[in-house]
């Protein structure tokens, strides 16, 4: 039986940046909900090649973890459409609970999001998957009040970039220095680089380090964290896409003391678990498994439970 035919599609209640999301069920039990994301394929990968992005979303598939968003299928219905059978999520996202001042939120709820976020992303590096693409808006809630990872980048490089399907632009904001810079090796360490800055915008519920274009997102990083050199990141310099700062420009990496006074909220233990993450060298950057055993999870007050987690509306 084609995998197609398992689910049926309703109204259509979405539209991404490169994809149109859909309500769905279950053809054989029209209680079980679903979100049916239909992908435009590239045209460079039609010929077969959308079967290789079939191959790969298998793999995603089996990433099993409440934190992170069950895909239940993939298929492919015309030639140039991939379709990613989902766990249905309409409870919206963190990006709306981050902006929505009706909101409130406090730092067991912080606590709790946060400690969800790190360990769906530590799952993912344990399976040797990088989601590359972790922002508030690719964090969705679960009507149990669960966060759930979801978006993974590996779906954005089929889309067609010549088709965008809305005004919005993949946002520079959570990007780490690594990847302006052109670094042929990266790792898990760019994830976690954009946890570090979903920490920062949850407790400020603003963004830390809002770019208008690579220039000046990198611009914005040495302002906030620090200007990568080769004293703080060996190496870095030799990078293909390192642009050598002036020694006047150079501005020096921030010290516990800027950071106690911009996120005094999560105290002493959750300013450090932020610097761990914000560190200039992906090398000396806490990982997702270390993130686990970082003391801000034990120390009072403890992580709110998913109940008592704020809902929209
Ligand atoms: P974006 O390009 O903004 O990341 P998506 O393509 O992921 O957006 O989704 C577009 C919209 O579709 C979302 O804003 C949301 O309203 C809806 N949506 C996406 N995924 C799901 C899901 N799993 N369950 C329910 N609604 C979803």
């Given at each position: 039986?084609?995998?197609?035919?398992?689910?049926?599609?309703?109204?259509?209640?979405?539209?991404?940046?490169?994809?149109?999301?859909?309500?769905?069920?279950?053809?054989?039990?029209?209680?079980?909900?679903?979100?049916?994301?239909?992908?435009?394929?590239?045209?460079?990968?039609?010929?077969?090649?959308?079967?290789?992005?079939?191959?790969?979303?298998?793999?995603?598939?089996?990433?099993?973890?409440?934190?992170?968003?069950?895909?239940?299928?993939?298929?492919?219905?015309?030639?140039?459409?991939?379709?990613?059978?989902?766990?249905?999520?309409?409870?919206?996202?963190?990006?709306?609970?981050?902006?929505?001042?009706?909101?409130?939120?406090?730092?067991?709820?912080?606590?709790?999001?946060?400690?969800?976020?790190?360990?769906?992303?530590?799952?993912?590096?344990?399976?040797?998957?990088?989601?590359?693409?972790?922002?508030?808006?690719?964090?969705?809630?679960?009507?149990?009040?669960?966060?759930?990872?979801?978006?993974?980048?590996?779906?954005?490089?089929?889309?067609?970039?010549?088709?965008?399907?809305?005004?919005?632009?993949?946002?520079?904001?959570?990007?780490?220095?690594?990847?302006?810079?052109?670094?042929?090796?990266?790792?898990?360490?760019?994830?976690?680089?954009?946890?570090?800055?979903?920490?920062?915008?949850?407790?400020?519920?603003?963004?830390?380090?809002?770019?208008?274009?690579?220039?000046?997102?990198l611009s914005?990083?040495c302002d906030?964290?620090g200007t990568p050199t080769?004293d703080?990141?060996?190496?870095?310099?030799?990078?293909?896409?390192?642009i050598k700062p002036e020694k006047a420009e150079v501005k020096p990496v921030?010290?516990?003391?800027?950071?106690?006074?911009?996120?005094?909220?999560?105290?002493?233990?959750?300013?450090?678990?932020?610097?761990?993450?914000?560190?200039?060298?992906?090398?000396?950057?806490?990982?997702?498994?270390?993130?686990?055993?970082?003391?801000?999870?034990?120390?009072?007050?403890?992580?709110?439970?998913?109940?008592?987690?704020?809902?929209?509306?």
């Amino acid at each position: 039986l084609a995998t197609k035919a398992k689910y049926v599609k309703e109204k259509k209640i979405g539209q991404g940046t490169y994809a149109n999301v859909y309500k769905g069920h279950l053809a054989s039990d029209p209680s079980q909900l679903v979100a049916i994301k239909k992908i435009k394929v590239n045209a460079a990968f039609q010929d077969g090649l959308a079967l290789d992005a079939i191959r790969e979303m298998k793999c995603l598939q089996e990433l099993a973890h409440p934190n992170i968003i069950a895909l239940h299928a993939v298929f492919s219905s015309k030639a140039q459409n991939l379709n990613m059978v989902l766990e249905f999520l309409p409870q919206g996202d963190l990006e709306t609970m981050i902006k929505d001042t009706s909101i409130t939120y406090t730092l067991p709820h912080m606590k709790a999001w946060m400690s969800m976020l790190c360990g769906a992303v530590w799952f993912c590096h344990e399976n040797y998957v990088l989601h590359r693409d972790i922002k508030p808006n690719n964090l969705l809630i679960a009507a149990d009040g669960e966060m759930k990872l979801a978006d993974f980048g590996l779906a954005r490089s089929f889309a067609d970039p010549g088709r965008r399907m809305s005004h919005q632009v993949i946002t520079l904001w959570y990007r780490p220095p690594e990847l302006f810079y052109q670094a042929r090796h990266y790792s898990g360490a760019v994830d976690v680089w954009s946890v570090g800055c979903v920490f920062a915008e949850l407790i400020r519920r603003v963004p830390w380090m809002p770019g208008t274009s690579d220039l000046d997102q990198l611009s914005k990083i040495c302002d906030a964290v620090g200007t990568p050199t080769d004293d703080n990141w060996p190496g870095v310099s030799s990078l293909s896409g390192y642009i050598k700062p002036e020694k006047a420009e150079v501005k020096p990496v921030r010290g516990r003391d800027f950071y106690e006074a911009n996120f005094s909220g999560v105290g002493t233990e959750g300013v450090g678990l932020l610097m761990e993450m914000l560190k200039l060298d992906p090398r000396k950057r806490i990982t997702a498994r270390q993130t686990l055993r970082h003391p801000w999870w034990t120390v009072n007050p403890r992580p709110a439970t998913k109940e008592e987690l704020p809902k929209k509306g």
